[in-house]
């Protein structure tokens, strides 16, 4: 099956074809925090590794326009539910895990690839008190822009310590020059936004592909969830008896997919798949109780979830308990 859109390629063919007037604008930044001085940056500890959430910023994502129901209307049942207009404030969320001996970031934002109320990870790192030269890993959950575009800034690595990691499938996919031949044009974008943020880093011989399921470092793990693109990966942090999963894109609108899990989004490469993905990611955290962090839920995007009989729920973490 064809990849479907990213994000920021939509975005631009939606203001190109003047499909929508704007459908990427500044939305309010997330309310202060009284754990930290900077509103973008949130701290917890999982054994004996420090997490950190880190914002990137902001977005109004058009869910009329990018969301699939299973039901007609089912999606604006659902906003309606939860306050949320149809163009819902979106999180972009980064997370470093600092285990005591290597500082390790977990995706990247999307440095100055998708305007100006995104690209905000790199003051939150300083904010949280670390320089990017002093990032030992960056551990890629997929190679969308707003994943990758906050890796290198006019050809040059914007963390020139980090070793990189990727998935090979991930990889394989995005850095193919055949497979961006292949793609309709809005989604060639991508691909060039992918190998210019990863090409410092292939130059300098620092871009490592690892296999599903593969240990990276001890406590963390490489779990493949395939279908939002095609080496989708989850990490999966242990420290000390205590767990949390890294989701990536598992979940773009918290306020309608998890009520329905159905509900996909047009960036996913294989709807299908995507879907499975979540339903297999919903269960088992409810299951287990474990942390997640995610990219696209409310920053800090960190919380647990549960079930409420027809569905699942978020419950963010309490911003002022620690
Ligand atoms: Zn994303």
């Not at 906003?79 to 005591?100: C, E, K, M, Q, S």
């Not at 800090?300 to 979830?305: K, L």
Request: charged residues 20%; proline residues 7%.
């Amino acid at each position: 099956m064809r990849p479907r859109l990213s994000l920021p390629a939509l975005a631009a063919a939606m203001i190109a074809t003047g499909t929508v007037a704007l459908p990427i604008q500044a939305s309010a930044t997330t309310e202060p925090s009284s754990q930290t001085a900077s509103p973008g940056v949130y701290r917890m500890t999982l054994g004996a590794f420090t997490i950190i959430a880190l914002s990137d910023g902001s977005f109004d994502l058009p869910t009329d326009q990018l969301l699939i129901e299973p039901r007609p209307g089912e999606v604006k049942e659902l906003l309606d539910r939860a306050g949320l207009p149809a163009a819902v404030p979106t999180a972009i969320n980064a997370f470093l895990i600092d285990t005591g001996t290597k500082r390790i970031l977990v995706d990247a934002g999307s440095g100055a690839l998708l305007g100006p109320s995104l690209g905000k990870l790199l003051d939150n790192l300083r904010a949280a008190g670390y320089r990017p030269e002093q990032i030992d890993e960056l551990l890629l959950t997929h190679l969308h822009p707003d994943h990758v575009g906050g890796l290198a800034d006019g050809g040059r690595m914007t963390f020139p310590n980090a070793v990189i990691r990727v998935d090979r499938s991930e990889a394989g996919f995005w850095l193919d020059k055949a497979n961006r031949s292949r793609v309709d044009d809005s989604v060639k974008g991508s691909f060039d936004a992918a190998l210019t943020s990863l090409q410092p880093y292939i130059a300098a011989g620092r871009l490592k592909q690892f296999e599903p399921g593969e240990k990276l470092e001890p406590g963390i793990m490489a779990v493949a969830m395939p279908g939002h693109t095609a080496g989708h990966t989850v990490y999966r942090i242990e420290s000390r008896g205590q767990t949390m999963m890294m989701w990536g894109d598992i979940v773009h609108v918290a306020a309608v997919q998890f009520p329905d899990p159905r509900i996909t989004i047009h960036f996913d490469s294989v709807t299908g798949e995507a879907e499975a993905a979540r339903e297999t990611a919903f269960g088992d955290a409810t299951r287990k109780g474990y942390w997640v962090a995610a990219s696209h839920i409310a920053f800090p995007g960190i919380g647990h979830v549960g079930s409420d009989g027809t569905g699942y729920m978020w419950k963010p973490a309490d911003r002022n308990a620690r």
